[in-house]
């Protein structure tokens, strides 16, 4: 694909090859290494409007971002109109440059609350919301999916509401709420919403390689891609759809990934949780099993430093 800059209000990313928010695994350290491998775009895990209002720690630790991210972008989610206003006027989401919010999340936890994709059922609802973030005259994005049934694609119809509400752009995720992350995202729905409004329109799903996103591109007309589960492990994928020249060193990636996050949490959390990472890197590797078991049962960094340092010989 041809990489280019996109105009999302009043900033211009460097490329049109974004890094989509994904819960639990694009933290700051992960999203520093996408940026090393050229991500255009990254955004925080979704943060909860009501949990940044009340102080909660997790979500400042969900906020935290570092000088890397030269446009910094949060991603939130709620479903009241005047506490999404309020979290965007918020003193800890002042020093970011673009303000998304999720209203495609199939999740039942955040779906039975009201936010989401249950905002994809009552658009009534979604464009208060909209409507009253970018009012503010911060820079609003959205990102969506097709629908809450399948079949029933409620895209184009969103996508022209929000516009005009004042959204600067549209990520649109080709998928319908039950099929979670399965199956082939419907480009022909995405392409209608490119025709359909004069913002960008950014697609997503299913794009794990530079094949996909030539696709995408190409069936869609999008003004550019979403890589989320692509990237997972594989950081460089951003490089190959960009067509840059690259160095991907799995080992040293890790140990860097595990060298930021130890600036901000303690040992335990970061081995713990890093539990449920470690797979994505390892996809593809040969190493027996008893290693890869071994990787998902430790308790500290040092176990996972020593465990890499077995792969390299």
Known sequence: MKPKSIEIGSVITPNNVFLAPLAGYTDFAFRNICISYGAGLTFTEMVSANGLLYGSKATKDLLYTTDAEKIKAVQLFGSDPDIMREAVLSEPLAPF???????????????????????????????????????????????????????????????????????????????????????????????????????????????????????????????????????????????????????????????????????????????????????NYLKGVKCGKELKLAFVKVNSTAEIESLLDRLEK
């Open 97 to 279: 440059d673009v303000i998304d919010v999720n209203m495609g999340c199939p999740v039942p936890k955040i779906y039975s609350n009201g936010a989401g994709s249950a905002l994809l059922e009552d658009l009534p609802r979604a464009e208060k919301i909209l409507s009253a973030m970018a009012k503010t005259g911060r820079n609003i994005t959205v990102k969506i999916r097709l629908g809450t049934v399948r079949g029933k694609s409620v895209a184009v119809q969103f996508a022209e509401m929000a516009e005009g509400a004042g959204v600067k752009l549209i990520a649109v995720h080709g998928r319908y709420r039950p099929d979670y992350y399965s199956g082939e995202a419907d480009v022909k729905e995405i392409a209608a919403v490119k025709n359909a409004v004069h913002i960008p329109v950014i697609a997503n799903g299913g794009i794990f390689c530079a094949e996909d996103a030539d696709k995408m591109m190409r069936e869609t007309g999008a003004d550019g891609v979403m890589v989320a589960r692509g990237a997972l492990g594989r950081p460089f994928v951003f490089s190959e759809i960009l067509g840059r020249d690259y160095e991907y060193d799995l080992v040293k990636t890790v140990k860097r990934h595990i060298a930021l996050l130890k600036t901000r949490f303690d040992d335990k959390f970061i081995a713990v949780n890093f539990r449920k990472v470690i797979p």
